[in-house]
């Protein structure tokens, strides 16, 4: 056997054997090394016949050469480590795994996470959530979306930005942690955390790219390629992901239908399709040097649609156009037995949105302030083209962020933490209603005669006074944050840690964590986990004003979250392993928009506490046929007063996917999506929407000998299943509830790839 192929130090890529020659490796490796004493006799020194390169590669990396870099996660401390030593319950999504899968963006590589429901958000134009534990409010802001350890979010929700879709040729890895993060992670990572590992483009060997086309007129374009000057390596990624939708998810009745027949127009669209057409551009730069890295990203989504509308009512001619541009600096340097990092990130996310809140046609009545409302109003309007706004949100953020790791303390390993960040949001805004924009004189006059007032479609700039739907507004957050790993025994591992926050605007927030894990034998380990995190509240829900739906509240107080969990893992063999984990939660301070007495508005409210349990459990186990992974769970959630169980989320998911290496050169792969039946809330008439299950598969053919060039069929649910999401719970009572959110039809795609 070639020593070679254990002390290849090679960053680029890793040397592919199996499990049994990794453990031949590791042991020659360790008798290649031997102790003799000194003249003293006291003390030992090593004799070694290894090049001096391979002592000064990453530990992290000769680790994952010997078990395989897809059973280590970074997401659960900061820092590499096995997921089974983890202090948290952890998925990982390896690049392979998302090409074999078919996925074209990050929500369909997530799908198949035990406790993770990927569903159209009724307040993000349909775009996609994440239920995880059956914990979510309306724009789900509790799970924290990020791209190498920086957080993607928009403040104004509290989410990620609207229409927010990421691509997936870029990605090296998926890291999902299910449960609490702030003690590592700070705000929003309060039911999970999602982080998206981006490939280091500077490092590689050649270019690598592709396209794809398929059903709704979607396409898939991709460029990688990397080079050098001097002592700088550089590397450039371009993707572009296009669609037109799929015009068959017919929505029969929206919001404008109530208001027809309620008042007696014909205005609604529907039935009428959703308007889900995205255009998106993903541009990456980056450059290295041995202790320094700089990336620039650009991302930006072009018209895109507004799925149901932003107001539950049909909008095909509304479009928004979001745009993010980001820049990063890290410097690593040693700092005596200490290796630090501190980290510059700026982010700017832009949205520019033209709204068609209720149709051409559309009566409306008209409170005081010129904004709708059906509870006492003052006057009617007839708008002729459409109750429009055009909301242009900007924002910015500025942060540093310092880190510094030890283990030089006995068997402590120290991680230390501090940072500082201001995010700030300036608006714009054009709109033909509300306060600034209508004669309310004229509108009452002609109240008092029977008679509307007409508003076309021109529109008013508020920008820059009281009228505008919320104002200048910035936020200033310091934490510091300590983390102890400690190994006090060979089995048993302590985490403890905990994170200070501080915002201006709503006070401080302490977070702890502790995590006991214990390896029972060398296969089976097992973990007893405590988390506490928190959400801040967004800006939406602290300072929104002259807004037809919602306003903010000032006087909110952050939600918190305590969940402990009881995890077992064992590995069998190395093509058997399982893991059950057991949790429960309690959820305090959950915000939510509630509806005003004697008006159709809602304001901002702590709302109301959750509680839930229930558990996961998942096997992989690999065969002469190929790799089986079959994952489900099961968990009850209820509002801490009414008992209510909490709507919109699946009590039950089960998924499994098969991978097969047919041939040499065949891939085939199959995945089985199943979610079982979601509640209505309290008052809602309508029986709880049934299960259902989804068939994808992907078929990959290496067409040349080196296996460079490569054709995959894929095909989205084959079955072409005819199911549904639940929408948003209007008042029932008096309003009456829209239709439900018909999923995604069947499509296929081709796509021609040239890989690494």
């Known amino acids: 056997m070639s020593v070679k192929l254990a002390i290849q130090n090679n960053n680029k890529r890793r040397v592919q054997m199996s499990f049994s020659m990794k453990y031949i490796s590791l042991s020659i490796l360790t008798a290649l090394s031997i102790h003799t004493p000194t003249a003293s006799g006291q003390k030992t020194e090593t004799i070694s016949f290894l090049p001096e390169e391979y002592y000064e590669q990453d530990s992290e990396d000769s680790l994952a050469d010997f078990y395989g870099d897809e059973e280590f996660v970074s997401i659960a401390t900061g820092n590499k480590v096995l997921i089974k030593k983890a202090p948290s319950v952890a998925t990982v999504i390896s690049a392979k795994q998302i090409a074999h899968m078919g996925a074209k963006t990050v929500a369909e590589a997530l799908e198949n996470v035990p406790g993770l429901h990927v569903y159209p958000s009724p307040f993000n134009r349909m775009n996609n959530s994440f239920s995880i534990r059956g914990i979510h409010t309306d724009q789900n802001p509790q799970v924290l979306f990020l791209i190498n350890g920086l957080p993607v979010r928009e403040e104004y929700t509290g989410a990620r930005p609207e229409t927010f879709q990421m691509p997936v040729h870029t990605i090296d890895r998926i890291e999902v942690i299910r449960g609490p993060g702030s003690a590592v992670y700070g705000a929003d990572a309060y039911s999970g955390v999602i982080n998206v590992i981006t490939q280091d483009i500077t490092a590689l060997e050649q270019s690598s790219y592709g396209l794809s086309y398929g059903s709704f007129n979607s396409s898939n374009a991709w460029y990688k390629n990397s080079f050098s000057i001097e002592q700088v390596n550089f590397g450039v990624s371009i993707e572009s992901l296009k669609g037109d939708g799929d015009e068959d998810r017919i929505m029969t009745r929206d919001l404008q239908s109530i208001f027809d027949e309620t008042i007696g127009t014909n205005a609604s669209l529907a039935p009428g399709p959703v308007a889900t057409h995205y255009d998106i551009l993903d541009v990456r730069l980056s450059a290295t040097t041995e202790k320094l890295k700089g990336n620039f990203w650009y991302w930006d989504n072009n018209n895109a649609g507004q799925g149901v509308g932003a107001a539950q009512a049909l909008d095909p001619t509304g479009r928004q156009n979001s745009t993010i ?408 009572e008096a309003l009456g509830p829209i239709s439900d959110y018909p999923i995604q039809g069947r499509s296929f795609y081709l796509q021609l790839s040239k890989n690494l």
């Open 325 to 732: 541009y980001q820049f990063d600096l890290a410097y690593n340097w040693e700092l005596s037995s200490w290796d630090a990092k501190v980290l510059y990130n700026y982010y700017q996310l832009e949205t520019k949105a033209e709204f068609t809140i209720l149709p051409p046609g559309a009566l409306v009545p008209l409170g005081a302030d010129g904004n709708m409302n059906l509870v006492s109003p003052v006057g009617i309007g007839l708008f002729t083209e459409g109750f429009k706004g055009n909301p242009q949100p900007k924002e910015v953020l500025n942060s540093i962020d310092f880190n510094a790791l030890s283990s030089k303390y006995n068997d402590h390993q120290i991680r230390i933490g501090l940072g500082i960040s201001q995010r700030k949001l300036t608006a714009k805004e054009e709109k033909n209603f509300g306060p600034g924009v209508l004669d309310m004189g004229q509108v009452s006059q002609l109240f008092s005669l029977g008679q509307p007032i007409i508003v076309d479609g021109t529109l008013t700039d508020v920008s820059n006074t009281p009228y505008i739907f919320v104002k200048d507004v910035e936020r200033l957050n310091s934490y510091i944050s300590l983390q102890d790993q400690w190994k006090f025994a060979n089995d048993w591992e302590l985490t403890a840690g905990i994170r200070y926050d501080y915002y201006d605007d709503f006070g401080s927030t302490v977070n702890p964590r502790l995590a006991l894990v214990w390896e029972m034998t060398q296969s089976t380990s097992s973990k007893f986990l405590y988390g506490r995190a928190f959400r801040a509240p967004a800006f939406d829900t602290l300072y929104a004003i002259n807004n037809p739906v919602g306003l903010g509240n000032p006087n909110l107080s952050p939600e918190t979250i305590d969940t402990i969990e009881f995890s077992v893992n064992q590995t069998l063999n190395e093509n058997f392993n399982w893991s059950t984990n057991l949790f429960a939660y309690e959820s305090k301070n959950l915000i939510e928009f509630i509806p005003d007495q004697g008006t159709t508005t809602t304001t901002a409210q702590n709302a109301r506490g959750q509680t839930g349990y229930g558990f996961e459990s998942e096997l992989s186990w690999k065969n002469i046929t190929g790799l089986w992974k079959l994952n489900y769970s099961w968990q009850h959630s209820e509002d801490d007063k009414t008992k209510q169980t909490i709507i919109m989320a699946p009590r039950q998911l089960f998924n499994a996917m098969y991978d097969s290496q047919v041939t040499e050169s065949l891939n085939f792969n199959a995945k089985l999506n199943w979610v079982g039946k979601r509640a209505r809330q309290l008052g809602d008439s309508r029986p709880p929407l049934d299960n259902y299950a989804t068939l994808d598969f992907a078929l990959h053919w290496a067409i040349d000998n080196e296996h460079i060039w490569k054709v995959s069929l894929i095909g989205k649910n084959i079955t072409d299943e005819s199911a549904f999401e639940p929408s948003h719970p209007l008042v029932p």
